[in-house]
């Protein structure tokens, strides 16, 4: 017999329907999580991933996988790295459980950049050369973010060989994504960073323009941040070649986009430390309120350089030791050599009073092996123990002796330093005086064979 309505399994029917619905809605809201994510709009993506986590079945590993990837990333652009890290965590356990390696490898990838963003370098690094150890060969293009990952660590280690190396295989595998993927640009742009240690500030800045247009071209905003810092940096790079012009366009990007560290920076290319130390403590203050490890050691050593500039060697060191105390667990050596003469003379004082020695005299032998010169053997820039100079020049005369290099006139020197025009001119007399030189082409170019200023 037929069986009537009431004897029929509805309500199981209805149940099992019920559950497929509402994996189904899971699935919706993952594919409107990963929409959202290619736009960058992190709200839409925690509220959609959630609403997937709560929706999708507890076996349906692929979409709760790339919810909670997608969680994570949201968290990222929210800078809620905490979040973000334990997101990633969970997802590398789903991808494990369910054997997809390129799920695991993805994963893996982010969560090595938030260890990178936590200054945890050396965890970083294991969890980028796992990623890779699942690739095999050949890679898969996403592996491109390991790649990017080490190079950026062996940069930081300052083994520059081996950050060009996965720099350039980081490149290669970003162009085999479509252009609506970004990794190409950050991949150009460190390797601009790259091009800067390595000297080459041409090759630098025009690395830079590619990484611009693209990110133009195809409306990659939340990248140009990035690019501009950049370009500040190679803008500001000592060279002969430097002059006011590339400070002034420096000063422009730095101001366009409100970037506070790239305007500290302009401030000390212009002989205004003063000006720079303005604007680090409050900055450093909401960095240590976010617990961002990566922003604040920053901050503290551009603080540092720029107490030193003022002739303030006391508050300078005191900022350098605690700057030492973060960075050091990491290996850091590029944050340091890459701000120049003035970290140099710092790191020299900080040896002298037994600040951190080990860590502060492995920092001096990267810069004296930067000059190409036995350890030992490079006077450290503004050094009081440098044997090149028999009376060293002052942290005035220091001020003076870097506007000389940028090609400011004496009057410019004066309103920039607040000083009257004859004391100008005194300050270059005994410039001269102590670098043996007649003008200030010979004293300039004196100083930067001396490694008094940058090359």
């Given amino acids: 017999p037929v069986p009537s309505v009431v004897e029929a399994p509805v309500p199981s029917v209805v149940e099992g329907t019920d559950d497929h619905i509402r994996d189904l809605i899971g699935q919706i809201a993952v594919a409107r999580a990963t929409l959202a994510l290619t736009r960058y ?57 369910s054997g997809e390696i390129f799920s695991t490898i993805l994963a893996m990838s ?86 800067l240690a390595q000297g080459d500030v041409p090759g630098a800045r025009a690395l830079l323009a590619q990484a611009e247009q693209s990110v133009q071209q195809n409306n990659f905003v939340h990248r140009m941040p990035e690019v501009v810092a950049a370009q500040v940096r190679a803008l500001l790079w000592p060279t002969p070649a430097l002059h006011l012009d590339d400070v002034r366009a420096a000063a422009h990007l730095a101001e366009q986009y409100a970037l506070p560290l790239s305007q500290a920076r302009v401030h000390l290319a212009r002989g205004d430390p003063g000006a720079a130390l303005a604007l680090l403590p409050p900055l450093r203050e909401q960095m240590e309120a976010k617990g961002w490890a990566d922003e604040r050691l920053r901050i503290m050593v551009l603080q540092a350089v720029a107490h030193q500039a003022l002739g303030e060697t006391r508050e300078a060191l005191y900022v350098l030791a605690d700057a030492l105390a973060l960075a050091e667990p990491g290996g850091f050596i590029r944050t340091f050599i890459d701000e120049g003469a003035w970290m140099a003379q710092l790191l020299s004082a900080a040896v002298a009073r037994g600040i ?50 940028l090609g400011l006139t004496n009057r410019e020197i004066g309103e920039r330093l607040f000083l009257a025009l004859d004391t100008v001119k005194g300050h270059n007399r005994r410039i001269y005086a102590k670098l043996g030189a007649s003008n200030r082409t010979q004293a300039v170019n004196k100083a930067r064979s001396l490694k008094i200023l940058p090359q």
């Fill in 41 to 97: 709009e992190a709200e839409t993506i925690v509220a959609q991933s959630r609403r997937a986590l709560d929706y999708l079945a507890p076996d349906n590993l692929s979409f709760r996988f790339t919810a909670l990837w997608t969680l994570a990333n949201a968290y990222g652009l929210q800078g809620e790295r905490a979040a973000a890290s334990r997101a990633y965590t969970q997802a590398i356990a789903i991808s494990q459980t």
């Fill in 110 to 195: 982010a969560l090595g950049q938030v260890q990178e963003l936590e200054n945890q370098l050396y965890a970083a690094a294991e969890t980028y050369r796992h990623s890779l150890e699942l690739e095999g060969d050949p890679p898969l293009p996403n592996a491109s973010e390991a790649h990017l990952g080490l190079a950026r660590i062996h940069y930081e280690w300052n083994d520059l060989a081996a950050a060009e190396q996965h720099g350039q295989q980081a490149c290669q595998l970003a162009r085999q994504y479509d252009r609506v993927i970004d990794r190409f640009v950050i991949s150009e742009v460190f390797m601009a960073r790259l091009k």
């Fill in 356 to 405: 951190m020695p080990d860590y502060t005299k492995k920092l001096l032998a990267a810069f004296e092996a930067e000059a190409g010169r036995p350890a030992g053997e490079v006077p450290i820039p503004g050094s009081l123990s440098s044997p090149s100079l028999v009376e060293p020049l002052s942290s005035r005369e220091l001020e003076v002796l870097q506007l000389l290099a």
